[in-house]
């Protein structure tokens, strides 16, 4: 019999830990079948929630923001291309960090069109696989399309600045109930797992809260 499994997966489009862990979890899922019935929802979190309309070169913002070295930062990137490939997601080269609010307004509409998941797929694979800046709001108006959206109506959504509140309203939601880092993965509202994990990691998780619903 199938078990009904809500997760809420709290992550940002600039965090490659994020595209891990989204990747991981897909696989966990489609080993476990139809053990499960899972609803994902995406919610928000800015990691540079002030990082300005031109970003800023990846290595001078590590250096900033955490005092990694250059050599520092290619080797985490190296182990974080290596564990993508493990999970089935092919990272790229990316010089570049940029601002993350659009893409999330855009997000947010997508779950109210149904083609949310399919959309952070899209901006994962432009962000970290393609480089590319998702700023701009023809490259959102390209992941839209991609994920089966109309693309005219992505670049109103975009121009009109809509969901701004709600994208703020959740992300102070998901930071009072301590969400401080991403990915958080939630289920059911009261199982958290944090981190890029593996896929096996997902697996074991879901296996013990389906057992302990019963």
């Keep these: 019999m199938s078990r009904a499994l809500q997760i809420d997966f709290v992550s940002d489009i600039a965090c490659p ?3 891990v862990g989204l990747s991981s979890l897909q696989r966990a899922l489609e080993r476990l ?3 499960v019935d899972a609803s994902i929802t995406l919610h928000p979190f800015e990691l540079n929630p002030d990082m300005g309309p031109q970003g800023e070169p990846i ?6 923001k955490y005092g990694r070295t250059p050599e520092q930062i290619r080797e985490t990137q190296s182990m974080i291309r290596e564990r993508g490939a493990q999970e089935g997601f092919a990272f790229g080269e990316r010089s570049w960090v940029y601002n993350t609010f659009d893409a999330h307004r855009l997000l947010h509409w997508a779950r109210i069109e149904g083609r ?3 959309l952070k797929l ?6 970290h696989g393609e480089g590319k800046d998702t700023s701009d709001p023809d490259v959102l108006v390209e992941a839209a399309r991609s994920a089966g959206l109309d693309g005219e109506r992505a670049r109103e959504v975009l121009a009109n600045g809509t969901y701004s509140d709600e994208v703020r309203a959740e992300e102070r939601e998901f930071q009072q109930l301590g969400i401080q880092s991403v990915p958080a993965i939630i289920f059911d509202r009261k199982y958290l797992v944090s981190g890029g994990q593996p896929s096996e990691a997902f697996e074991e998780a879901i296996r013990k809260i389906i057992d302990e619903k019963g």
């Design 122 to 127: 899209a901006l994962l694979r432009a962000y």
């Design 17 to 19: 830990w994020c595209a």
């Design 116 to 118: 949310q998941l399919p």
């Design 33 to 35: 079948g139809d053990t």
């Design 59 to 64: 290595v001078d913002y590590i250096r900033r």
